[in-house]
């Protein structure tokens, strides 16, 4: 059996130093702080030596995978390629802080307003927050801001329903209780679709708005998107865009010209920032005009030739995030946005929906099941052969090199594996990983007690999670403790 | 540029595996009407360009290296080991570990943050991670009113003004109660709370930088079952008493002074962490130790049963990206400079700020408002408005009083000190205070 891997707190040694600050002057820490304010015991950290600490997060690292050393087609993540550009322009602005006169921030304040302006540019809105954390955080500003909206014409305490498709991020239903909701699930019909009908049915004067991902979670293009939006219009309700997905159509279709009147991005998925092991991210909201007055505040704005921040948004929802938001995001997505121009994120989008259905084709023609077969957009689902399990197809592709697509989501489809190539891949990766995965259905197959046991060469191999989540352990502590 | 590998030939080729002729055909199942849009970008510029165009746009900034800026976000010493650990390809370009086989770098790492926040808050548990300080703070609060079933929140007005403007808006969304209690010379005063009120939130060192007494409002906070919400900066954990032993049931800050450079105001990244029986009330990401089949040691996603992508509409949040990186960044500084270095860095920076204080309100019409005990920073009340003097020492290379919320009262600005300013910066800064007032 092979040794523990040990953790930095199995390392520490009492008495021993690493990075020593300079050396301080003798401090009263009794007289200043107050001595029935001080801590009794210091925290107990490791004490290591410096070597051991980039050893061990080196080692650890080498237990990790990333885009950067595997494909990972991780659906509905777009992990695609990094650039170390966007690392060399964020460390440029790195000591910044945000409470330093306006005047000596120009430059970033010229960043952040030009960062609204391209979003809403390749949104279609008319108006843009950075301030939101994450995606879900933009979603949770954009839900605010619709609530904020009826409330400020009178229909607040009417419209208490949210409308989500049966195949939403798990996120969607979420937020909308987060904002106060009730969550009312939609069918989709049998192609994949939201179900126009059903969608009609449920729409009424307590309706507040429809979450909706376009192309969905299935990667398919919502076709009858300009209908749904009118008939949802019609009814006073809003239309909120979750761009987890915009990687599909970027330059090819704005959803503010479908007729969403609000839009969250991820800028860590779609404008290649890096999804840093979860975060941290950016998620922007794009609202047109009749949501804009309600934006959180600070927004950048200009002023001849000076950039301010901009607090004066009278029916504002409030404030979302401390700060001006994750401004280091910013500026690795707005480098991305000023390398490709428009013409370069029309062409990754488009390479994104050309990987994806390349991949679509060929998975088909090797045994995997395509339960929506047609076109798709950047992502789409495949099923295991009949007898295997989406599970041990995972764990198999561990083993080939590759990390696996998403599982087990959307719900709508059993034995889901939601595949998401994105643009960065090339033409052999693709065709590996298709002769990989009609080697794992083929070998599944013949034998399955290989392919449940599967991974056999990764650090660590199956992981007890019943366990884990029975009696968890969450911290480390001494043996003897 | 672009960073699509793709050949003229290959895209032949993989069209035609589709019997396609026209990348147009990628997108037939569109609507014509929506079909592309003209979009007004800048034009494509190469890596070497873009560069050079961010760093003109830098140029327009004044570095703050040296700020004497606070609000829980400050100029700190990084060791370099840091950031060349954090951009090591294989943490910068994961997702969320949802594949433990071959996740178990973030996992582990992941687990020894939590168990880091665990001992500097003197609690039992902490997440993976939040957004920041004020995401952090609601979070708390959201947790402590779900697991007391009461929509009641008393605040007090030492609790950073732009938390307290999150919080709002997060218990706006839900309904609850918010009450602020004011200061009083400086400090919270003793509240009396009824039996609606699910949490109860305090900072200490409050944002003007004073050391709070935190025992009357846990105790009066528990004599009616509701549960104590502690906002503490981390670095003052190295050195004060922590939440968990004033017998606060939720700690929660921002993580910045941790290893992670101000970037003018994000990412950085926010802490929780509970007393064992909050477990499952946690937003968020926790990462258990467990076993493999080999019965080796491992890690892994715990308690998901907690979160949106099982839950949904009956997650406890809807949280998913956090802040990963920016917090193993928190662990990988933590580990460098172990409890000894972490204290001397936070006693260097008492130590600075305290001399400081002094030096400035020796100067003619500038009194310091916080009362004693203080930690790292501190407000003066100016003869002019803060807004103003700050300009002026801007324009002579100085960041410093950050203009305080009216509030707090007029004329008033904060200030800080970090073991990164040595004496030659107090007396600078104190001599153009001195210009800028004159």
């Known amino acids: 059996m092979k040794r523990d891997f040990p953790t930095l707190f199995e390392r520490s040694r009492t008495g021993r130093r690493g990075t020593r600050p300079p050396r301080p002057a003798e401090v009263d820490l009794a007289g200043l702080l107050g001595a029935e304010n001080l801590r009794a015991a210091p925290p107990r950290l490791p004490e290591v030596d410096e070597l051991t600490v980039v050893r061990h997060y080196t080692n650890l690292s080498r237990r990790q995978v990333g885009v950067d050393t595997n494909f990972y087609p991780l659906g509905s993540c777009t992990m695609k390629y990094n650039p170390r550009t966007g690392e060399a322009a964020a460390a440029l602005f790195a000591e910044l802080h945000p409470y330093q006169d306006p005047g000596t921030v120009q430059g970033a304040l010229q960043i952040v307003y030009e960062l609204q302006e391209y979003l809403a540019e390749i949104t279609g809105m008319d108006a843009v927050t950075l301030q939101p954390a994450a995606g879900a955080h933009g979603e949770l500003t954009g839900m605010l801001l619709i609530r904020a909206y009826h409330e400020s014409r009178g229909e607040g305490e009417q419209r208490r329903v949210v409308l989500v498709p049966d195949s939403a991020h798990g996120s969607n239903p979420a937020t909308a209780s987060m904002a106060g909701y009730q969550v009312r699930e939609v069918p989709s019909g049998p192609d994949g679709e939201v179900d126009l009908g059903a969608l009609r049915a449920a729409l009424g004067p307590e309706v507040a708005a429809i979450m909706l991902t376009n192309p969905n979670t299935l990667g398919l293009f919502e076709r009858k998107i300009l209908e749904l939006i009118d008939a949802a219009h019609d009814q006073g309700v809003q239309l909120y865009y979750d761009g987890a997905n915009l990687n599909a159509i970027m330059g090819w279709a704005r959803p503010g010209d479908m007729g969403f009147d609000v839009v969250h991005l991820n800028l860590h998925k779609t404008f290649s920032t890096p999804h840093g092991g979860g975060g941290p991210g950016s998620g922007p909201v794009g609202a047109k005009a009749h949501l804009a007055p309600f934006l959180p505040v600070p927004t950048v704005k200009r002023e001849g030739g000076r950039f301010l921040l901009d607090f004066d948004r009278p029916q504002t929802i409030g404030r979302m995030r401390s700060f001006y938001g994750n401004f280091a995001v910013m500026v690795r997505a707005y480098t991305y946005i000023r390398m490709l121009g428009a013409e370069g994120l029309k062409r990754a989008s488009a390479m994104a929906v050309l990987n994806a259905n390349y991949l679509r084709k060929k998975l088909a023609g090797v045994g995997y099941r395509i339960p929506y077969d047609r076109l798709c957009k950047h992502e789409f689902i495949a099923q295991p052969p009949e007898g295997l399990k989406a599970l041990d197809v995972a764990k198999a592709l561990l083993d080939y090199g590759y990390h696996p697509p998403t599982v087990y989501f959307p719900l709508i489809v059993k034995e889901a594996m939601m595949i998401e190539p994105t643009e960065t891949e090339s033409r052999e990766t693709l065709d590996e990983y298709v002769e990989a995965m009609a080697e794992i259905a083929r070998r599944g197959l013949e034998d399955p007690e290989w392919i449940a046991h599967t991974p056999y060469r990764t650090p660590v191999r199956r992981l007890d999670e019943v366990a884990a989540n029975r009696k968890p352990v969450l911290r480390w502590r001494p043996e003897e403790a | ?438």
């Open chain 2, 1 to 438: 540029m672009d960073f699509t590998p793709h050949t003229p030939d290959d895209v032949r080729a993989m069209l035609e595996a589709l019997g396609m002729q026209d990348l147009r055909e990628l997108f037939a199942d569109l609507p014509d009407a929506l079909l592309e849009p003209d979009l007004h970008l800048p034009a494509p510029m190469s890596e070497q360009e873009i560069l050079a165009h961010l760093r003109e746009l830098a140029g327009k900034n004044a570095s703050a290296d040296k700020a004497f800026l606070g609000g829980g976000l400050r100029p700190h010493f990084v060791p370099s080991l840091v950031p060349a650990l954090a951009q090591r390809g294989e943490f910068l370009t994961a997702y969320t570990p949802y594949q433990p086989e071959v996740s178990q770098g973030v996992l582990q790492a992941v687990f020894e943050y939590q168990t880091m926040i665990a001992e500097l808050t003197g609690l039992d548990v902490s997440n993976a991670s939040l957004y920041d300080g004020a995401a952090a703070l609601a979070e708390g609060v959201l947790l402590a009113l779900r697991q007391t079933r009461r929509m009641g929140v008393v605040v007090s007005q030492g609790v950073h003004p732009e938390y307290r403007q999150v919080l709002a808006t997060y218990l706006h969304a839900v309904g609850a109660e918010l009450r602020t209690v004011d200061l009083e010379d400086g400090l919270t005063p003793p509240a009396e709370f009824d039996d609606t009120v699910g949490a109860v939130v305090l900072q200490s060192p409050n944002f003007l930088g004073a050391i709070e007494d935190p025992a009357p409002w846990v105790e009066a906070a528990h004599a009616t079952r509701a549960l104590v919400v502690y906002v503490a900066d981390p670095l003052s954990l190295a050195l004060l008493k922590p939440p968990g032993e004033w017998g606060a049931d939720i700690a929660v800050g921002d993580g910045q002074p941790l290893g992670n450079p101000m970037n003018f105001g994000g990412p950085q990244f926010g802490y929780i962490a509970v007393r064992e029986k909050l477990v499952r009330q946690l937003p968020g990401r926790l990462v258990s130790q467990t076993h493999d089949v080999d019965g080796r040691r491992g890690y892994v996603l715990a308690l998901a049963a907690r979160e949106q992508h099982i839950r949904r509409a009956k997650a406890k949040s809807n949280i998913t990206t956090n802040a990963q990186l920016t917090a193993l960044m928190g662990a990988m500084h933590l580990a460098a400079l172990g409890p000894e270095g972490f204290a001397e860095v936070a006693a260097a920076s008492v130590a600075r700020a305290h001399a400081l204080a002094e030096m400035l309100a020796r100067l003619p019409g500038v009194e310091r408002v916080t009362p004693e005990p203080f930690f790292n920073e501190f407000v003066l009340r100016l003869p002019r408005p803060a807004a103003e003097v700050r300009a002026g020492l801007g324009e002579r290379g100085w960041h410093a009083a950050a203009p305080v919320p009216a509030e707090y009262g007029a004329n008033l600005a904060l200030f800080a000190a970090t073991e990164r300013h040595d004496e030659d910066d107090l007396a600078g800064l104190a001599a153009a205070l001195k210009e800028v007032l004159a």
